[in-house]
Structures are given as structure tokens and as C-alpha cells.
């Protein structure tokens, strides 16, 4: 089956760590992106990647830093330096940017 | 910068009624898509609209994109409970935004039977 996997579905931390939410995908998208979505207020884009090697920050990336060494790879770290961090994470991709995106199931933080 | 509203915010219908929710962009879109989410999933997509006054249907949802590209609506007929679910427009900018997707803030749709 192709499509996005992203893990664990829940995630507890402590305040003050770090955490990094896994995304993999088999669709051989170019495009991967990462979205928080809080009640309310839609998904607002932290990270993006239209390529291999690069990256380019979203509407909200502070406090957040990525990486995309693989093209079906783009881990997200939530660091210590995010205010909020407590959020539904959903990792997309698209086979290019003006392409449909298509979401994986999330990875649900909870930060105490 | 590019901010897509989306109203209205909530919406409960009884099944078989009619149900709209309506779009705005503070800027001219190149394009809008429209996205569902079941409770506890994710968004899946349901289509983009490219062309001003373009008008698509799916079954028993009509999507509208306005002339001027800058809102764009969606309706459905006769709502099921299948419908159930929240509904985002991301509308995708032009010039040098790269084109990035600016989601609305989605209108949650409850269908009573």
C-alpha cells in the first residue's frame, strides 16, 4: 500500500525535551510538509521540502527544526524552545507544489 | 501576508438538508483546494479549482470559485451522515509566495439523523 506512515500516534513528554515526530512516505513525492493544527484555528505550516537537501520554514517554525536527508524521510523535532508544543502534527506530501497534498494520520503531542 | 477565511466556523443540519460553507482570501488565489476531515482523522483531499467562475461537481457536492479568485464556496446537498466531518479550503498564492497552501479555519459539519 502507498502512503504516508507517521509514528507513534500518541506522544507524552516532559517539559524542557525534545521530540521528534517520525514521517515516512512511498509515494515518491518531491514535496513534504509538516502542519499543526490546534481547535479552531485550521493547520498552519511549520516546515516545508520540495526537494532532497532543502527546506524552507512555514508560518510558524519556531521552536521547531526538520530534516530531509532521504526523499521519504522528513522527521520533525519539536525542541524545548517551542512555547506550545501540545498539538495535533500532520505530515503531508505532494508530487510537486501545486500538487493535492496528502496526509498522513498524525502524531498527537502532549507536553506536561 | 495571505490570510483564507472560512465561515461558518460551525454548522448543524438535520440529514437531508442543504449545507454551504464560503471561503474569502485577503489576496487573489492562483488556486483553492478543498479538503475533508472525518472526526479523529486526517484531511483528505476533494478537489482544486483552478480557473475564476469554475464550477465542479462530485456526486452531491458542488464547489464554486469566484470570479475574481478570491473566495470560493462549497455545497452540499441533501447531507448524509456520511458527510460528517470538518471542511478546510486552502487557497495556494501567487507571485513569490512559492505558491504555499493557507488553509482556512474549517467549518465542522454535524449531521443529526
Known amino acids: 500500500d502507498g502512503g504516508i506512515t507517521q509514528s507513534p500516534k500518541y506522544l507524552f513528554r516532559k517539559e524542557g525535551q525534545n521530540v521528534t515526530l517520525s514521517c515516512e512516505q512511498n509515494?515518491?513525492?518531491?514535496?513534504m510538509y509538516w502542519y499543526r493544527q490546534d481547535p479552531g484555528q485550521g493547520l498552519r505550516l511549520i516546515y516545508y521540502?520540495?526537494?532532497?537537501?532543502?527546506?524552507q520554514k512555514g508560518d510558524i517554525a519556531e521552536g521547531y527544526s526538520v530534516s530531509r536527508e532521504k526523499k521519504e524521510s522528513f522527521p520533525l523535532t519539536v525542541t524545548s524552545a517551542q512555547k506550545n508544543p501540545t498539538a495535533f502534527y500532520l505530515c503531508?506530501?505532494?508530487?510537486?507544489?501545486?500538487?493535492?497534498?496528502?496526509f498522513g494520520p498524525g502524531t498527537r503531542l502532549t507536553v506536561t | 501576508g495571505q490570510q483564507v477565511m472560512q465561515i461558518p466556523q460551525y454548522q448543524h443540519v438535520q440529514e437531508g438538508e442543504d449545507f454551504t460553507t464560503y471561503c474569502n482570501s485577503s489576496?487573489?488565489?492562483?488556486?483553492i483546494q478543498w479538503y475533508k476531515q472525518r472526526p479523529g482523522g486526517h484531511p483528505v483531499f476533494l478537489i482544486q479549482?483552478?480557473?475564476?467562475?469554475e464550477v465542479k461537481k462530485q456526486k452531491r457536492l458542488t464547489f464554486q470559485f469566484g470570479e475574481a479568485k478570491k473566495n470560493s464556496s462549497l455545497h452540499i446537498t441533501a447531507t448524509q451522515t456520511t458527510d460528517v466531518g470538518t471542511y478546510f479550503c486552502?487557497?495556494?498564492?501567487?507571485?513569490?509566495?512559492?505558491?504555499?497552501?493557507?488553509f482556512g479555519q474549517g467549518t465542522i459539519l454535524t449531521v443529526h439523523p
Open positions: 489576496t487573489t488565489l492562483s488556486n
Open positions: 486552502a487557497g495556494r498564492g501567487g507571485g513569490t509566495s512559492y505558491g504555499k497552501l493557507t
Open positions: 479549482l483552478v480557473k475564476s467562475g
Open positions: 521540502s520540495q526537494i532532497v537537501n532543502d527546506f
Open positions: 509515494l515518491n513525492h518531491d514535496a
Open positions: 503531508a506530501s505532494s508530487a510537486g507544489t501545486y500538487y493535492e497534498q496528502y
